[in-house]
């Protein structure tokens, strides 16, 4: 099977007509003036001009109508056909973390809208490295995992520092009022509760998962992790009272610790769980048996109706986000490359962020605040 990257070159040959090319060279003449003897013939002359003008404009628009916009014809969409539509500008934000290539800094977080407009580089600037005391003392820091505040207006992220140590941290959309919330916080990805008053996260500490209080407090196991593979990727059911994640396949335990349970027992290693924005569905990565690439497979909430979204030769794809309605997929793989995605498994363009940027690690997708 074609490789969806080599599908999205193949679009820069395609060339599209400018359907009203034509109808811009069709510009009103200069007005000129009349003896006054042939106002009446010229009157007349000019309301059947008028009418014309009506009808070829109408032929126009018609024509335009038909060019631009086909009629439905019930097929599927197919990848090469919908690759060429940039994303809506209504998707909301995306927030991840990103490095100049060529610079001998870390990685830093980067905000842009879906289409590639916006972007934004939040931290590395002097005045988030300014507010935090480390920095002088480590000297070199990285930061990944953003994850949204509900209201979309504050971006959370851990900062790893030079020897190992890593921070909690927030910072505003606008890239003001950078704060430290939890130090030595030993996190991994994180992801900010619908409620507003906790995050989860991948702990390094013991590769389980934990919670922690917005501010930082009162952290806590969400589920003793005795053996087996890590608990990683958290992700919040809507009303906050559920938290899914992976550990070999896809579990889910309530907020408070308790019922832990395997949702859906798989063939293949689970490495990524995303549950849709409704609660209605369950997007996550597998592992395929060489080893060497991964699947996007999405599944009812209740762990039925198992099925595939990417091909097996398609590309190693470890990470996936929903769009904030549900109606797309975003997913990464291990070489930065991000392509959205309908959940039947077509594509809708890549992530281009501007040129000479990457993008690493997970990406967060959230709506832009009013």
Same mark, same amino acid.
């Given at each position: 099977m074609?490789?969806?990257?080599?599908?999205?070159?193949? #679009?820069d040959?395609?060339?599209? =007509?400018?359907?009203?090319?034509?109808?811009?060279?069709?510009?009103?003449?200069?007005?000129?003036?009349?003896?006054?003897s042939?106002?009446r013939?010229?009157?007349?002359? &000019?309301?059947?001009t008028?009418?014309?003008?009506?009808?070829?404009?109408?032929?126009?628009?018609?024509?335009?109508?038909?060019?631009?916009? %086909?009629?439905?014809?019930?097929?599927? %969409?197919?990848?090469?056909?919908?690759?060429?539509?940039?994303?809506a500008?209504?998707?909301g &934000?995306?927030?991840?973390?990103?490095?100049?290539?060529?610079?001998?800094?870390? &990685?830093?977080?980067?905000?842009?809208?879906?289409?590639?407009t916006?972007?934004r580089? &939040?931290t590395?600037?002097?005045?988030?490295?300014?507010?935090?005391?480390?920095?002088?003392?480590?000297?070199?820091?990285?930061?990944?995992?953003?994850?949204?505040?509900?209201?979309g207006?504050?971006?959370?992220?851990?900062?790893?520092?030079?020897?190992?140590?890593?921070?909690?941290?927030?910072?505003? #959309?606008?890239?003001?009022?950078f704060?430290?919330?939890?130090?030595d916080?030993?996190?991994?990805?994180?992801?900010?509760?619908?409620?507003?008053?906790?995050?989860?996260?991948?702990?390094?500490?013991?590769?389980?998962?934990h919670?922690?209080?917005?501010?930082?407090?009162?952290?806590?196991v969400l589920w003793?992790?005795?053996?087996?593979?890590?608990?990683?990727?958290?992700?919040w059911?809507?009303?906050?009272?559920?938290?899914?994640?992976a550990?070999?396949?896809?579990?889910?335990?309530?907020?408070?610790? @308790?019922?832990?349970?395997?949702?859906?027992?798989?063939?293949?290693?689970?490495?990524?769980?995303?549950l849709?924005?409704?609660?209605?569905?369950?997007?996550?990565?597998e592992?395929?048996?060489?080893?060497?690439?991964?699947?996007?497979? #999405?599944?009812?909430a209740?762990?039925?109706?198992?099925?595939?979204?990417?091909?097996?030769?398609?590309?190693?794809?470890y990470?996936?986000?929903?769009?904030?309605?549900? @109606?797309?997929l975003l997913?990464?793989?291990d070489?930065?490359t991000a392509?959205?995605?309908? %959940?039947?498994?077509?594509?809708?363009?890549?992530?281009?962020?501007?040129d000479?940027?990457?993008?690493?690690?997970?990406?967060a997708?959230s709506?832009? =605040?009013?």
């Amino acid at each position: 099977m074609t490789d969806i990257h080599d599908r999205f070159r193949s #679009l820069d040959d395609l060339d599209v =007509p400018d359907v009203y090319a034509r109808a811009r060279t069709l510009g009103p003449k200069e007005p000129q003036e009349l003896p006054a003897s042939a106002a009446r013939r010229v009157g007349v002359i &000019l309301l059947a001009t008028v009418v014309a003008a009506a009808g070829f404009g109408l032929l126009l628009r018609a024509r335009g109508t038909d060019d631009r916009a %086909p009629a439905a014809t019930g097929a599927t %969409p197919t990848a090469t056909a919908t690759a060429s539509v940039a994303p809506a500008t209504s998707d909301g &934000l995306l927030a991840f973390a990103a490095q100049l290539r060529g610079s001998t800094t870390g &990685l830093v977080i980067a905000v842009m809208r879906s289409d590639g407009t916006g972007f934004r580089q &939040l931290t590395g600037l002097p005045a988030d490295h300014q507010a935090d005391p480390q920095i002088a003392r480590f000297s070199f820091a990285s930061d990944d995992s953003p994850s949204f505040s509900p209201d979309g207006r504050t971006i959370a992220f851990v900062r790893r520092y030079t020897e190992g140590i890593n921070s909690l941290c927030m910072i505003d #959309l606008d890239g003001s009022n950078f704060r430290v919330v939890k130090r030595d916080a030993q996190m991994g990805e994180i992801a900010w509760s619908p409620d507003g008053r906790t995050i989860a996260f991948y702990s390094e500490q013991d590769g389980g998962i934990h919670v922690v209080d917005v501010d930082g407090t009162n952290e806590r196991v969400l589920w003793q992790r005795t053996g087996g593979p890590n608990q990683d990727s958290p992700s919040w059911s809507p009303d906050s009272s559920r938290i899914y994640y992976a550990s070999g396949d896809v579990w889910v335990a309530n907020a408070d610790g @308790s019922g832990s349970r395997v949702l859906a027992d798989l063939p293949r290693h689970v490495g990524w769980v995303a549950l849709s924005p409704d609660g209605s569905a369950i997007a996550f990565s597998e592992q395929e048996s060489d080893g060497n690439s991964g699947a996007i497979w #999405l599944m009812d909430a209740d762990g039925s109706n198992v099925r595939r979204v990417t091909d097996a030769t398609s590309g190693n794809w470890y990470t996936v986000t929903w769009s904030p309605d549900g @109606s797309r997929l975003l997913i990464e793989d291990d070489r930065g490359t991000a392509v959205f995605m309908n %959940p039947d498994g077509t594509s809708t363009g890549p992530l281009t962020p501007p040129d000479g940027w990457s993008v690493s690690g997970p990406i967060a997708w959230s709506v832009q =605040p009013a």
